[in-house]
């Protein structure tokens, strides 16, 4: 398994129920593709149905519309002739058919292709080779190759989130698929973790434990289980934001006093304050060409939410609606700020099109936290709380997409969108 | 035996007391030989030549009952609560500062961790800076009234651990709030 996690030795492994997160669609884009995936003849000997999960994916999207498709004899494949007309009848814009055999070595090919059924061409298509573990990660692919054909943007299914589960007073630092399938335990406590942020690589997770009783940043490997300090001044550690060459984390510490902006290596060296403000600096993150750091702070009288270069120096005030705007994010193309704003006594996922100054807010929910951008821009996934218990929640950009992601008897919180697998 | 260590401890930390922010687990106990002698505030008596020196921890000690959770002492009150958004120190809570900077003044050897604290509603981390706001705001009280500042930590612990559960008016204002916590109660 490409991502098995090695628990810490003080933590106990318990052998608790699985806790997947399942993902309920509560809205829609206003234009979908239609989109006709048959099943894969061959496919039942995956333990997981590759074109189910391709389907699953591209509805989650918001962006595409999958059709019914109707037991055929013989099933078609990617190399059967394709019946256009015949697809077309059923309304399919799209059509997507594949197969899966086992080699005798025990692995599997999965091939699949991709036809335009209007122009009546093929999109391509792509041949894999994999272990039967692999079934769900091949899947991704395939729905990321035809989500990139049919959209013109980089899916982001086979990317990976992290987010952390509170069950009674235990608390579990996760990682799973962007569908919420195959989660695994990065880090198990007894203490809150919070504020995880991925590495650029996706290899590494900053976040604060709370285990010293107090908030301390730590480093963490994904592959190796292996972990380091990264932050543990006096009084609070917290907020650690990667910059985009992975080599540095901006945090916040309060060991000088009231808590500031720092930046250091990602070993914990190297320590350099960025700022001095007489009230709270926290929350930050790099602008994507990492020149510029994006934080919180209530200097004005009110927490908003501002930009500085990323080497210190004045910072200029990003918002000005509200008096409560917090936890900035911002998109990888640099032109959009993601934030949670307070209206009216409501904290909602809003944002802001930093070319045209135009803001919206994407939820109508009032506990939202900690919005996550998927990488390619398209979702935000964010913490929020329905009938009294914590769950995350996706949106798209455009606000019309919705889904929520909740886990059986338990919160769950603090989730970050992990980066692109190369 | 516990009781023993963190009375040591004590001493130890009493012994470098103006050692440099080089922060590891609050309760550390150091493993170090027990040479007491040179400690200020550790009486010592050889016992036996060319042996063992005893170290005594009780010399200028009660047994019994620390005014710290004595419940007539103010000293065993040890939280401080706030109104909304608010990290000024209430006039009602002044007095129980005030005990608590005595106690750290008249005992240099005492060290103190204050836990600020926030209620659930916005974002975690602003939290977390509203929280060691609150926390700073009884350190630099205590400081201003004769406490030293190697003897008190301010940390936060945000809205992450609440004292009441729920989203009641209630249980929010039971949640604003600072703890004091002296070395051997965290």
């Known amino acids: ?222 592959l190796d289980g292996k972990r380091h300090v990264a932050a543990n001044f006096k009084g609070s550690n917290s907020a650690p934001a990667w910059s985009p060459d992975g080599n540095r984390l901006a945090v916040v510490l309060s060991r000088e006093g009231g808590s500031q902006l720092y930046l250091m290596n990602a070993d914990g060296s190297g320590v350099r304050r960025l700022a001095q403000s007489a009230t709270i600096d926290t929350e930050p993150v790099f602008s994507p060409d990492g020149q510029s750091l994006y934080f919180t702070s209530d200097r004005g009288g009110s927490p908003q939410i501002y930009r500085m270069p990323a080497n210190g120096g004045d910072a200029q005030r990003v918002t000005f609606e509200g008096t409560y705007n917090v936890s900035p994010r911002i998109s990888a193309d640099g032109k959009r700020l993601v934030y949670v704003a307070r209206n009216n006594g409501r904290f909602q996922v809003a944002t802001l099109d930093l070319t045209t100054r135009q803001t919206q807010v994407l939820t109508d929910s009032d506990r939202d936290e900690s919005p996550s951008i998927a990488p390619n821009g398209r979702m935000v996934l964010f913490a929020t709380v329905v009938g009294g218990r914590g769950i995350l929640s996706a949106v798209s950009v455009d606000g019309r997409v919705r889904q929520r992601l909740s886990v059986s008897a338990a919160d769950v919180r603090e989730p970050a969108w992990g980066p692109f697998i190369k | 035996m516990r009781a023993l260590l963190t009375a040591l401890t004590i001493v130890t930390l009493a012994a470098c007391s103006s050692t440099p922010t080089q922060e590891q687990a609050p309760a550390g106990v150091e493993d170090r030989p027990p040479t007491g002698a040179q400690q200020p505030g550790a009486q010592t008596q050889p016992v036996q030549p060319g042996g063992v020196r005893s170290v005594d921890l009780t010399t200028g000690q009660k047994p019994g009952a620390s005014p710290l959770t004595d419940p007539g002492s103010i000293l065993s009150k040890r939280s401080i609560y706030y109104d909304l958004d608010k990290f000024d120190i209430k006039d009602e809570y002044k007095g129980l500062v005030e005990a608590h900077a005595r106690y750290l003044r008249d005992n240099r050897n005492a060290k103190m961790l204050i836990q600020g604290n926030t209620d659930e509603r916005g974002s975690r981390e602003y939290n977390l800076a509203l929280g060691q706001r609150r926390a700073e705001g009884v350190k630099k009280m205590l400081i201003l009234l004769g406490a030293q500042e190697p003897q008190v930590e301010a940390v936060s612990l945000g809205e992450e651990k609440p004292k009441a559960q729920g989203s009641s008016e209630e249980a929010w204002a039971q949640n604003r709030r600072s703890d004091i916590l002296y070395a051997g109660e965290y």
Not at chain 1, 70 to 90: I, K, Q, Y
Not at chain 1, 123 to 130: D, E
Not at chain 1, 180 to 197: H, K, N, R, V
């Open chain 1, 1 to 222: 398994m490409k991502f098995l996690l090695t628990l810490l030795a003080f933590v106990a492994f318990s052998g608790a129920a699985r806790a997947q997160l399942s993902i309920e669609i509560t809205g829609a884009g206003a234009q979908r593709i239609p989109i006709a995936i048959a099943s894969f003849p061959g496919e039942a000997s995956l333990p997981a149905p590759i074109s189910a999960i391709v389907r699953a994916d591209l509805e989650r999207s918001g962006l595409f519309r999958s059709i019914e498709v109707p037991r055929m004899v013989p099933t078609p494949t990617e190399a059967s002739d394709v019946n256009f007309p015949e697809w077309r009848a059923r309304l399919a814009d799209a059509l997507v058919l594949g197969s899966v055999l086992q080699r005798p070595d025990g692995r599997f090919e999965a091939r699949f292709r991709l036809f335009d059924v209007v122009k009546q061409t093929p999109l391509g298509g792509i041949a894999y080779t994999l272990t039967a573990q692999q079934a769900r990660a091949t899947a991704h692919r395939i729905a990321d190759f035809i989500y990139e054909k049919l959209t013109g943007e980089r899916g982001v299914f086979s990317t990976r989130i992290a987010y952390v589960v509170k069950r009674g007073t235990r608390y579990e630092l996760q990682i799973a698929d962007a569908d919420g399938a195959g989660e695994e335990t990065a880090l198990a406590s007894f203490e809150p973790i919070i504020s995880p942020a991925w590495s650029p690589d996706g290899r590494r997770l900053a976040y604060v434990s709370f285990e010293n009783k107090k908030p301390v940043v730590y480093v963490h490997s994904l």
